[in-house]
C-alpha cells in the first residue's frame, strides 16, 4: 500500500509510555500512516527525537514535530490513537469524536460509557456495533481494556463460549511499566513488592462482565460472574503474570480446556489482521512457564501465554497467565481494536 | 542464667541456609548454650569461621569446630535443632531421638508423623502433649511448618477460634532465600518471577490442617477447610506476602477482624518466652502496606504482618500477609518451639 | 542525660530522605533532643506520623507538628540539622545561621565556602576552627560531604598521612537511595545499570582536596591529588561500592596499608562521640567481599568497609571501599558532626 | 544456498549457556547447516527439545538427538562450535582439531596457545594466518576473546590504530548471564553487587595485548599497553558495562575520537559477513546512555555502544562502552569468526 492509500493517524499523548508504544507500533504501520503526534502545549513545537529520547525511530518519525491535541489543520487525519493521561483523557477524547475524528483509546475514562465498545477483538468484536449509536456524527471512541484485564478476558473467552464460567478469583502479579513513566520510585521495588494498586482490582473486577456481556437492542448485556480480584506490583519490567481460579457451569477435563485454549481462534486471526497473533492462546505443558522474561514477547507481545493447569480445590480449576501489559494490554491491543475497524466498516475510511 | 545453667544444645545442618539461621540465634540466647555444631562429613572438622563464611560470629562460635551428626559424645546435648536437607533429615532426625536427644526440627519428613507435633507455639501449644505417645525414650521430635504455611497459620488462628474458617484461597509470592543456599540461579530471578515452586503447594494445602485440629485421645482430628493453594517466587530476599481470601462460618465485621487480630495473644506471650514476639499479629491501616522490604524485621522476624481487609466477592474477606521466612518461618520458628518445650516441660531437661 | 540537659536540636526538610534518616538517628540520642521539625509550607502543620508515612517512630515524635522552615519560636532548638533539598538549602541555612543557630548541613550548596568547614570528624576534625572566621554571631554552619565522597576520604585519609596519596582513580557503583525520594524510576532500575549520575562526579573530584586540605592562618589550602571519578548508579537500595585505584608518594607493602587500615581511630573514637563507629575502617581478607547487602549496616552503618587489596598496573595498589551512602554518608556524618561539636566546643551550648 | 551447499556445522556443549547461544545463531544460518549437537555423555540419546528446556526451536533444530562430544561418524560436520567448560574444553577441542575439525571455540584453554589465533573480526583478521602453524592437518582451532574483552578492545582498536593507545583503566559492571547456569545464586544478586570475579581481571589485562598485537613471521608480537582492570558483578541479564580511561599516544580531541568510532568498518563489514554489524561502534550524545536494557541489542546484540566521552584527570579520556556479552562477546563473536574464516579460506571447504 502507499502512504497515499494508507489511512492517515495520528497519536495523542506521543510522549507518555503508551504513547511511545504507539509510535513503535506505527512507526511502519502496513495500513495506517502516521500523520500526527499530539502530546500537552509543554512539549508541542518540539520533534519526537527531542521529546521522546532515548528510542531509535525512523527519520521521517524522529522529524515530525509534535502538535497540541487539538481537532483540526494541525491534526490532519481519520483516527486518533489516544494514550492521554485520564486526567484529561475523558474531555479531549470527546472532543476529537465530536470533530469527526474515530478516537481508539487506552485510557479508562468512557469504558464505561453504555454506547462505547470495551472491545478485545478475538473476544467481543460484536460490539463494535455500538458506535452506531454514538451522537458524535463522524466521529466515535473505541476503548480497549486495563493491561490486567486483557489477558485474563482473553483466556476466559473460550472457557466462556464452550463451558460457561459462574465465578474467577485472580491474583496478579503486574510490571512496573503499567504505571506508566517515571511510574514507581525505583527504591520501593528493589527487593520488594507491593501488595497495592490504587484502582486496578475495581477495574479488573469490572470490565471482564461487560466485554464478555450480550449486545442486544444495541445494549450490553454485562455477563454475571463472580470475580474477586487482588492485585500486586512485582519487580519486572514488562509482563503480568496472574494466578486464576476458575469455576465453571459444566464439568470437564484439562485436556479438554487445554485444547479449547489451543485452538482458539477467532475474528483478527479470521480477518488476518497485521497486528493479531496467528494463536491467540499459548499453553505451556512445563510447568515451570509462562515466566514474564521468557514469554512475553511471543508473537510480537500480542499473544497469551498459558500454564499450570490443575484442580482447584475450591473452585474447579486454576491456572497462570501472563500477557504483555504495554503491548497486548495496551497500545497493540488498541491497534489491533483499529485494525478491526477498518477491515469490518470500510466505509468509515 | 550461666552457661552451665543454660540447656545444652547442638544444630544439625549448621553450613545450611536455616543453619545458618540457627547459629546467628543461638549465639547469644538466654537459655540455650551452644555445645556443638553437626554437618556433612565434607564439612565436619573445619572451623563455623572457615565453614560459614561471610558471617559474623563471637568468636567462641567462629572457633567452634564442625563433627558429623552422629549422636554420641561429640554432640554433648540436650536438643538438637535440625536445620538438615530433607534427603537426609528423617533418617538422622530418628537417629538422633532413639538416642535420647530431642530433636527440634525445621525439615518436613516428620511433620505428618501421626506423634510428632507440627508446632506453633501462638496456635497449637497443646499438640506438644503429642510427644508422650512417641516411642523414643527419653528423646522425641517436634516439628515445625513449611515457611509460607507459619504465616497463614498464625493469621487464621485467632478467625478460627472466634468465627470459624470453612475455605481458604491463597496465593503467595515467596522470597528466594526460601530455596537455600545456591538456590535458584540469579538470570531466572532478574526481571522475572515464577509461577511454581516444587512441592510447596501441596504442604500450604496440607499443613494447616494438622496444626489447626484437635487432638483428641491422643491423636490429631485435622481441621476440615477448604484449602486452595497457588505460590510463585519473586525477586525479594526475605520475606513471604500471601494474598489471602476467607470463608468465615459466622457473619462479622472488618473491625471486629482487626480486633480480633490486634488483641490477638498466647502461650508464648503468656510465658514470656525469649523468642516470642510481644504481639504477634500486626495490622497496618495503610493500605500500601506491609511490605517485604519494610515489615519483614517486624518485632526481631518473629512478628506477622497483616493489611488490606476488605470483602471479597466471592468467598467473605480478603487480605495480605507478611511474615520473615527464615526466622519466624524456620529457624526462628523452632527455637520458639524449644523454648515452649523448656518452660512446660522442665522436668525434661 | 534527662531531657532537660540534652541540647535542644531540630531538623530542616524532615519529610525528605535525609530529614527521614535523622527523625532515626535523633529520636532517642543521648545528648541531643529532637525540640522541632521542620519542613515546607506544604507538609507544615501535619503530624510527624501523617507527613513521613510507613515509618515506626516513638509517640513524641510522631505526633511531633511539623513547622516551617523559619527561624524563631516555633524553632526554640540551638543546633538545626539540614537536609534540605539543594534547591533551597543555601538561603535557609545561611538564614538560620544568622539568627544564631548551629547549622550542620548535609547540603551541599555552603560545602565550599571558603569559611564553612567541609567536615568527617574521623579526618579533619581541626577545620572545625573555621567557623570562628564566620560572620553569624553565635550562629555557624558546618557541612559534610556527599555519600560518595565520604567512603573514599575515610579509606584515603590513613594512607594520606603514613605514605602519602599522588593520584586516585575510582568508580563508583552507587545505591538508589543516594537519589532521594521518589529519585529514579523503577522502570529504569530494573535489570539495568545507568552511565551517569548528573553532578557526582564534579563532587567527588573535587571535595577530597578541600577535607584532607591544610588549615593554615584560618584558610584551608586544598590537597594536592590528581583524582579521576567515574560514577554509575546500581540496582541496589542502600551501600555505595567504589573501586579505587591509588598512587602512593612511598613505597610500601599490603600488609602495611591494610594495618594502617585496621588500626586507624581518629578523634570521634577518643572522644567515644555516641555516633561513632569503633573502628571506622574495616579490610575483608575474603575477596568476595565488601558487598552492599552484607557490609553496608557495619557499626549500624557508620564504619567503612575495605576488600580486595592488590596491586594496580596503572598506579600503586587497587581496592574496594563500601560504605552506607544514607547513614555514614549523609545523616549520620552530620550527626557525628554535631556531636565533635558538642565535644569540643562546649561553650557554644 | 540450499542445505547442501551449505558448510555442516556442530557445537560442543549444546546444553550449556554458550551452546544454547550457538543454537538460537545456527538454527537458521545462511552459510551454516547444524548437522550434530553434542554435549557431555548425561545429555547424550536425549532430543535438544528435552535437554535444552525452554526454548522454542523449529522442530529440525528440536528432534535433533543429542551426541556425545566424539570426533567421527555421529558428528559429520567440518566445523564445531565450543561452548564446553574449561574443565574439559581443552582437550576435547584438541581431539577435534586433531580429527580434522576445524574447532571455532569460546572457551579459555587454547586462547595462549601461541599458533591459536585470538580473534576479533574486526580487530585482528590477519592473525587466521597463525592456524597454518598449527600441526593439525586439516583441523585447527581458533579462538574469541573473553566477554569483558570483547567491548573493550574493539572500542580501543581504532584509537590504537589512529592515536595510539598506551595504558587504559578499567572497571566493568557485568551482568549475571556471564557466569553461566546455573551460575550465581540468586540470593547475592537481589539488592546487591559483587566486587569480585575470580579469574576475570587476568583475561581482561591479559588478552588485549595479544589481540592487539602484531602477527611477524608466524608470531604474534603483544602489544605493550599498561592496562588495569577491576571486574565487578551486577544484577544485569544481559550486556556488560565498562568505564574506560585511556592514556593515547598522540594528542587529539573528543570530535577527532568520536568520528574515528562511528566511521570504524572493518574486514567483516568489507565482506558483508552475515553476523557482522553494519556499524560496530555507535556512539551515543546523550550522556545517560549506554544502558544494557537499552542497548544491549544493538544491532542483533553485535554491535558495541559507546557514551560519555570526556576528559579524563589522570590519563587523557574517559568514557562508557556496553556489549552483547553472551553475542558478541560469546557466541556471536564465534559465529563471526566463523564466517571469516569461510570468506578468507574457501579452499579449506
Not at 484529561?88 to 470533530?99: M, N, P, Q, T
Request: one cysteine or more; aromatic letters at 6%.
Amino acid at each position: 500500500m502507499t502512504i497515499k492509500e494508507k489511512i492517515p493517524v495520528g497519536i495523542l499523548g506521543v510522549t507518555g509510555s503508551v504513547g511511545r508504544q504507539f509510535l513503535r507500533l506505527l512507526a511502519d504501520h502496513p495500513w495506517f500512516h502516521l500523520a500526527a503526534a499530539g502530546a500537552s502545549h509543554r512539549s508541542a513545537g518540539k520533534t519526537i527525537a527531542t521529546a521522546v529520547a532515548d528510542e531509535d525511530f525512523p527519520e521521517h518519525i524522529a522529524n515530525m514535530r509534535i502538535v497540541p491535541c487539538v481537532p483540526g489543520e494541525a491534526m490532519p487525519c481519520r483516527i486518533v490513537f489516544s494514550g492521554l493521561d485520564s486526567s484529561v483523557a475523558g474531555d479531549i477524547e470527546s472532543e476529537f469524536a465530536r470533530a469527526g475524528y474515530i478516537v481508539i483509546s487506552n485510557s479508562r475514562n468512557h469504558r464505561y460509557d453504555p454506547d462505547v465498545p470495551l472491545m478485545i477483538p478475538e473476544v467481543n468484536p460484536d460490539h463494535l456495533e455500538l458506535i452506531t449509536s454514538q451522537n458524535f456524527g463522524a466521529g466515535c471512541i473505541i476503548t480497549n481494556p486495563n493491561c490486567s484485564t486483557t489477558g485474563l478476558v482473553l483466556t476466559l473467552k473460550p472457557l466462556y463460549d464452550v463451558f460457561g464460567v459462574e465465578a474467577v478469583h485472580v491474583t496478579t502479579l503486574q510490571a512496573v511499566s503499567g504505571a506508566g513513566y517515571p511510574g514507581l520510585p525505583a527504591i520501593d521495588m528493589i527487593d520488594n513488592v507491593l501488595p497495592y494498586i490504587a484502582g486496578e482490582e475495581d477495574k479488573l473486577e469490572r470490565e471482564p462482565l461487560k466485554i464478555l456481556g450480550d449486545l442486544k437492542n444495541g445494549a450490553i448485556n454485562p455477563a454475571t460472574i463472580t470475580l474477586s480480584a487482588h492485585c500486586t506490583r512485582v519487580p519486572v519490567s514488562d509482563g503480568h503474570l496472574e494466578c486464576v481460579s476458575v469455576k465453571l457451569t459444566r464439568t470437564t477435563t484439562e485436556k479438554e480446556i487445554i485444547d479449547c485454549w489451543q485452538n482458539f481462534r477467532a475474528k483478527p486471526q479470521e480477518l488476518d489482521l497485521p497486528t493479531a497473533p496467528q494463536q491467540p492462546l499459548h499453553y505451556f505443558a512445563d510447568e515451570r512457564l509462562p515466566q514474564p522474561r521468557r514469554q512475553r514477547h511471543l508473537e510480537a507481545g500480542m499473544a497469551v501465554s498459558i500454564g499450570r493447569l490443575r484442580p482447584c480445590a475450591l473452585l474447579d480449576f486454576k491456572f497462570v497467565v501472563l500477557s504483555h501489559n504495554t503491548i497486548r494490554g495496551a497500545a497493540g491491543g488498541a491497534v489491533l481494536n483499529a485494525e478491526l475497524l477498518a477491515a469490518q466498516k470500510p466505509s468509515l475510511f
